[in-house]
């Protein structure tokens, strides 16, 4: 049956075609079994009257307002020809409704005006002799009602289809409008990475130049001081250069920060300080470290932070007020693992992709630019009991 409709929906013309010719039949069928009741020139009249009145079906969604105006020429033929009313005057009705569904305003209320005057023009035209004027009056008022009924139809479905366009047109611009968003969200994130990461770096150049100085004064009068110093430039600037890689390609749009200070990122360790300060504020936080902690690079120890933070953050914002919450940070032999988890009510997903908690991030897309600027992978989403989960695996080593 789908199929049927589909087809149907696709070929609507040939469906009209199909019912213009079941309309023919029907008319030539009854005006056969009316025989001798014609007179001569009505009876000549008839068939092309009849075969026009079909065409206007079969053409009525092509061309609704011509096949409108050659509905009015028929009808006038009628009353000039003195051809009562025949079955293919159906098509009156029909395209009424079509003008007042998908014609312009004019043939609507061109429709309207044809539809209420029909049945009373052809009530004088050809009156019942067998019925007083009360009789009349009842005939005249059962058809005219048919055709209020059609365009009344008509109109509503024009309005229906109308509201409808209404309704795509918006949501194809609220789209437009969020994917523009998430790009302003995702250069905006960018951007705030970028900063962060230029302090990091920047304090990595600063060790290189301290520790350089030093080795260069302690050379000769202490050699392992020396090669101890050599050693720690060396390392911190495989970790500056690891930092300067994820760098690349992201666009910055302001180089400095305007009135602020520079101040120390916040590592892992600091992980453990935001989880009291979240406990103070009176969100119940179980805090676990599993594996052996060591020293990480700048940026995983700062984007482990941020999500942490976020993550916290929506809790208290969305949880409600007897939400509990548990961080763990997982150390493995080639990455940090984080799972922030809480049994609140939750906030719809869609909240965390568009609005960030604090205002500053956007939820979702700042975990994922985050994560993914080490090359890491972020898994979100709600809990089975109820909740809402953050899973992140950051590798220790940068992608290449």
């Known amino acids: 049956m789908q199929r049927l409709y589909d087809f149907l929906r696709r070929h609507p013309t040939g469906v009209d075609v199909f019912w213009a010719v079941f309309l023919f039949g029907v008319s030539l069928a009854s005006e056969t079994a009316r025989g001798e009741s014609r007179g001569t020139e ?21 061309m609704p307002e011509r096949m409108l105006l050659l509905a009015v020429g028929l009808g006038v033929a009628q009353l000039a020809l003195d051809v009562e009313t025949t079955s293919a005057d159906f098509a009156f009705l029909v395209i009424v409704y079509t003008v007042a569904a998908t014609g312009a305003r004019w043939a609507s209320r061109l429709a309207l005006t044809i539809g209420l005057c029909a049945a009373p023009v052809a009530q004088l035209r050809w009156p019942n002799e067998h019925s007083g004027v009360l009789g009349n009056v009842a005939i005249v008022i059962f058809q005219t009602v048919p055709f209020a009924l059609a365009w009344v139809l008509g109109d509503s479905i024009r309005t229906r289809r109308a509201y409808f366009a209404q309704l795509e047109e918006r949501n194809a611009r609220l789209e437009k409008e969020r994917e523009a968003q998430a790009k302003v969200a995702v250069a905006a994130e960018r951007a705030r990475i970028a900063r962060e990461l230029h302090d ?9 130049v301290v520790q350089a100085d030093g080795a260069a004064y302690v050379l000769d009068a202490a050699p392992d001081q020396a090669k101890k110093a050599l050693e720690t430039i060396s390392s911190t600037g495989r970790q500056a250069l690891a930092e300067m890689r994820r760098l690349l390609g992201v666009l910055r749009t302001g180089e400095h920060q305007e009135g602020g200070e520079y101040v120390p990122q916040p590592d892992v360790e600091q992980i453990e300080d935001l989880v009291e300060q979240c406990r103070g504020s009176g969100l119940p936080v179980d805090f676990k470290i599993e594996g052996t902690p060591r020293p990480l690079p700048s940026g995983v120890e700062l984007t482990a932070y941020r999500i942490v933070q976020e993550a916290l953050t929506n809790t208290r914002k969305h949880g409600g007020p007897n939400a509990g919450a548990s961080v763990r940070l997982v150390y493995f032999d080639d990455g940090l693992g984080l799972l922030v988890e809480d049994d609140g009510k939750g906030a719809p997903h869609e909240l965390y992709e568009e609005g960030g908690a604090d205002g500053a991030g956007h939820g979702l897309i700042g975990m994922r630019e985050r994560v993914g600027m080490v090359g890491g992978t972020l898994d979100a989403g709600p809990r089975p009991g109820g909740g809402f989960r953050i899973s992140a695996l950051l590798p220790l080593k940068p992608a290449h």
Do not use: E, G, K
Not at 48 to 58: G, K, Q, Y
């Open 42 to 62: 009505s009876s000549l009249a008839i068939v092309p009257i009849v075969l026009l009145l079909c065409l206007v079906v079969a053409l009525r969604r092509r």
């Open 200 to 208: 990091v770096v920047a304090h990595n150049v600063s060790v290189m």
